[in-house]
């Protein structure tokens, strides 16, 4: 492992090393009755401790599994470094699984424990208690009477011999298992991701070693801490010494408290960014050509000088000038949604258009994209403030190899990063590791500077009736530039022509509709002309960039917009194509008929 700083040895020891190195300096900041308060390194020590001396008091042994299923909030963590440090293995769960959900990684991990956030989430356990037999017991954060509070769990360890946690944190081993991800599963049922120590604090030290986060950064976290990308981003601030906002728990706040909280560094799926983004063309739609002119050009300006000036280069008087005028009218307005003082984002999980990236960054936001999986401990490449380039996905993180396969384009990824095995599964294991490569799943084009384009994903290329390979991600992008467009899924397999389907932004829809005249429905607005001409017009500028075999032929408007809650969506937002497909067979059917 290149870990490039001294730290803990494995993650059984996170909290007392970072308590050690930061003690007083700020760990966490959270929500409580409306105010924001604090925790620091050594009370996170203090805590995780009582709570790790609780899970040895009540029996759980070294390896067993420990479930947190919650939203990401500072417990999330607390009990997550308590379980490390009893030497057990933390298995995070979505809190938007249905209980049948929850039922499956629970009891495919074979789950001792569970941490449950409220009344919500035991009800989901209570559920599949019965399925559940290596269940024993059910902690809940936010306390009631049906099931014990993280307060008793704590008393349960007071007073138990401290030497007993000394001996288990030094008989973990770099190559024990540190957690197991299941997978949100666009296909079949999650696998569990099995990631080592030795997995987790290589990310770390990548981490470190680019200069990405550092001691006295602030890190807002929103992303759930069940996707490797946001627990590796917690793991990473939290052990560099960075103090981690947790978000209040409501999505519609998420731009208000970037203003309050002012972080430097934000982890983030594409949709934050995406809306604002519409948001900004959706005021340039309605003013004047003039000005519509004056927005691009500041936004190519933006790009060009802070191009020039990361380059070391002096810069022309009357483009200094022309750069100050436009930070004054728009860019410092940009950055004013972030709080102000965002050194860079990082953009993951889902494809992005470069667009939307330049914007941000003539803005002074630069909005990096990453690309890895769960079974990269969410990580392989990442533009970087010194080295990215628009359109890629940025280079190897360091200790990564990548190559693309000869036979069809696929990504293949090596390093200490990628993870062990598929818990439980070794066939799943034997077809995804070859010969100590990773087979990614992810079609992908290498340029000869080392940045990686990712170019599709082999399960999603569709393959018209007439032969055509066609990767959806692009054109669907830029669909969803539209402010009114929430999601964009293209169809055509087998089929002789691409179709699409299209659901409604309702905050950006419905307001538009008022000025209009038009119902404040969206199943109306689906069949309003008004709104089909919106939507072909963005459709008109997508497929302009595509030759005609690419080009989508016919859409159709959606009702309502995808959801998690309906198992549409993953809980980072992607969409699962095969429950969509079948969902909506009819409505694809008739746009061929």
Request: hydrophobic share 40%; glycine share 8%; aromatic share 6%.
């Amino acid at each position: 492992m290149s870990e490039t700083r001294s730290g803990p040895r494995t993650l059984a020891e996170l909290a007392g090393a970072t308590a050690d190195q930061f003690g007083d300096q700020v760990a966490a900041r959270y929500q409580r009755e409306g105010e924001w308060r604090e925790l620091t390194f050594e009370q996170a020590r203090t805590r995780a401790e009582e709570l790790a001396l609780g899970l040895v008091a009540i029996g759980i042994a070294p390896g067993d599994r420990v479930a947190i299923l919650s939203n990401t909030r500072v417990e999330w963590t607390l009990a997550s470094l308590a379980a490390s440090a009893a030497g057990a293995v933390v298995v995070p769960v979505y809190p938007t699984n249905a209980a049948s959900e929850c039922g499956w990684v629970l009891g495919d991990s074979g789950t001792r424990l569970v941490v449950c956030e409220d009344a919500e989430q035991v009800a989901k356990i209570q559920q599949v208690r019965s399925q559940l037999p290596a269940l024993e017991h059910v902690f809940v954060i936010d306390g009631y009477d049906g099931a014990q509070s993280l307060d008793q769990l704590a008393a349960a360890g007071a007073g138990h011999d401290r030497s007993e946690l000394t001996r288990r944190q030094a008989a973990v081993a770099i190559d024990d298992i540190y957690t197991i991800i299941y997978t949100s599963g666009t296909t079949g049922p999650p696998k569990g991701t099995v990631l080592t120590h030795a997995n987790a604090l290589s990310v770390s030290a990548k981490v470190s070693q680019l200069g990405i986060i550092a001691a006295g950064d602030t890190l807002y976290l929103y992303l759930p801490l069940a996707h490797a990308f946001a627990l590796a981003s917690l793991l990473a601030a939290h052990g560099l010494g960075a103090t981690v906002v947790y978000f209040g728990g409501d999505t519609k706040q998420i731009l208000q408290e970037l203003i309050e909280t002012k972080p430097t560094y934000l982890p983030s799926v594409p949709r934050v960014f995406e809306k604002l983004y519409g948001a900004a063309l959706k005021l340039q739609a309605q003013s004047s050509e003039e000005d519509q002119e004056r927005f691009a050009k500041a936004i190519a300006l933006g790009v060009d000088v802070r191009q020039r000036l990361a380059r070391g280069e002096q810069i022309p008087a009357a483009l200094q000038q022309a750069f100050e005028q436009a930070d004054e009218r728009l860019y410092q307005r940009v950055r004013g949604l972030f709080g102000g003082q965002l050194k860079q984002a990082i953009t993951g999980a889902a494809p992005i258009a470069p667009e939307i990236l330049e914007f941000f960054y003539a803005c002074g936001v630069p909005v990096m994209e990453g690309w890895g999986m769960t079974e990269t401990t969410a990580v392989a490449t990442v533009c970087t403030l010194e080295d990215f380039r628009f359109g890629t996905v940025g280079r190897t993180m360091p200790g990564v190899e990548i190559r693309i396969a000869d036979s069809d384009g696929e990504i293949l990824v090596r390093g200490d990063n990628v993870f062990r095995e598929y818990w439980n599964n070794p066939e799943a294991t034997a077809e995804t590791l070859i010969d100590g490569w990773l087979h990614t799943g992810d079609i992908g084009e290498l340029d000869d500077d080392g940045y990686l384009k990712i170019t599709g994903r082999k399960k999603d290329i569709i393959i018209t009736a007439g032969g055509k390979n066609l990767a959806p991600a692009n054109i669907e992008n830029e669909l969803k530039q539209s402010p009114f467009i929430s999601q964009a899924v293209m169809h055509g397999d087998r089929r002789p022509y691409p179709v699409a389907l299209i659901t409604l932004d309702p905050e950006e829809i419905l307001p538009w509709a008022a000025e209009q005249g038009l119902p404040q429905d969206l199943e109306q607005l689906a069949d309003a002309d008004q709104v089909v001409a919106l939507v072909q017009a963005a459709l008109d500028r997508a497929n302009a960039n595509y030759a005609q075999v690419e080009q989508i032929k016919r859409f159709a408007i959606l009702k309502r917009d995808l959801s998690i809650e309906d198992g549409e969506l993953t809980p980072t937002l992607k969409v699962k194509r095969t429950v969509v497909n079948d969902r909506y067979a009819e409505v694809l059917d008739a746009l061929y008929g």
